[in-house]
């Protein structure tokens, strides 16, 4: 049975994005490549510090709870062979969902993939055709630029997020605000888990 680094796995609310609010069980894989100077989980970047734990233990952990939603993040999780782990989930009952920066060719079969492209390492057209939101993190005025360079990349359905990255959200928020009010094809996406502090 194929081995994956994990990182921690819990049964938690999905703060973010599309499924904010909803309860579900997340997987946090080890090994990222993408360095970005704010990453809040720069724990994860080195996958040999985490355990290699088999898909079946996290499938049965995942079992263990009420939830049938399933998110793999990371790291980033494109770093590995995704295509085992999603089918024991969608084997066990579960949907699956994805946080990617797109960085990596996909695998796995996804029922949702949030696709958040990082300036520190470009994401993959085949990444952003497959999303079915796109997450853009503000840190910095110019992140709208960016955002709108990458909404023309994903597909028309596609919802489309800005999130201000934390540290900063408070000088972030107005210039948020303002432009979605501007470009209202945008939603606001806040990590309501950290206000409401949801582990
Ligand atoms: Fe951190 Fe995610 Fe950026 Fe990787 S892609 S450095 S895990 S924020």
């Given at each position: 049975?194929?081995q994956?680094?994990?990182?921690?796995?819990?049964?938690?609310?999905?703060?973010?994005?599309?499924?904010?609010?909803?309860?579900?069980?997340?997987?946090?894989?080890?090994?990222?490549?993408?360095?970005?100077?704010?990453?809040?989980?720069?724990?994860?970047?080195?996958?040999?510090?985490?355990?290699?734990?088999?898909?079946?233990?996290?499938?049965?952990?995942?079992?263990?709870?009420?939830?049938?939603?399933?998110?793999i993040?990371?790291?980033?999780?494109?770093?590995?062979?995704?295509?085992?782990?999603?089918?024991?989930l969608?084997?066990?009952?579960?949907?699956?969902?994805?946080?990617?920066?797109?960085?990596?060719?996909?695998?796995?079969?996804?029922?949702?993939?949030?696709?958040?492209?990082?300036?520190?390492?470009?994401?993959?057209?085949?990444?952003?055709?497959?999303?079915?939101?796109?997450?853009?993190?503000?840190?910095?005025?110019?992140?709208?630029?960016?955002?709108?360079?990458?909404?023309?990349?994903?597909?028309?359905?596609?919802?489309?997020?800005?999130?201000?990255?934390?540290?900063?959200?408070?000088?972030?928020?107005?210039?948020?605000?303002?432009?979605?009010?501007?470009?209202?094809?945008?939603?606001?996406?806040?990590?309501?888990?950290?206000?409401?502090?949801?582990?």
């Amino acid at each position: 049975m194929q081995q994956l680094p994990v990182m921690e796995h819990f049964y938690t609310i999905q703060g973010e994005g599309a499924h904010q609010g909803r309860a579900a069980y997340f997987i946090r894989l080890g090994g990222c490549d993408v360095g970005c100077v704010w990453c809040d989980v720069k724990d994860s970047w080195d996958a040999q510090k985490h355990p290699l734990v088999e898909i079946n233990k996290l499938v049965v952990a995942a079992s263990a709870s009420p939830a049938r939603m399933v998110v793999i993040t990371g790291g980033e999780p494109l770093m590995h062979p995704l295509d085992t782990l999603t089918e024991s989930l969608h084997k066990a009952g579960f949907t699956t969902h994805l946080e990617t920066s797109g960085a990596h060719p996909l695998s796995g079969s996804w029922d949702w993939i949030t696709y958040s492209p990082k300036k520190f390492k470009s994401g993959l057209p085949e990444v952003a055709q497959a999303a079915h939101e796109l997450k853009i993190v503000i840190y910095h005025l110019s992140d709208f630029v960016f955002a709108e360079q990458h909404a023309q990349q994903v597909g028309k359905d596609c919802q489309l997020y800005l999130q201000p990255e934390w540290s900063n959200r408070e000088r972030m928020m107005p210039a948020i605000v303002d432009y979605v009010k501007k470009h209202p094809q945008w939603r606001i996406s806040l990590q309501t888990h950290k206000y409401l502090d949801i582990p």
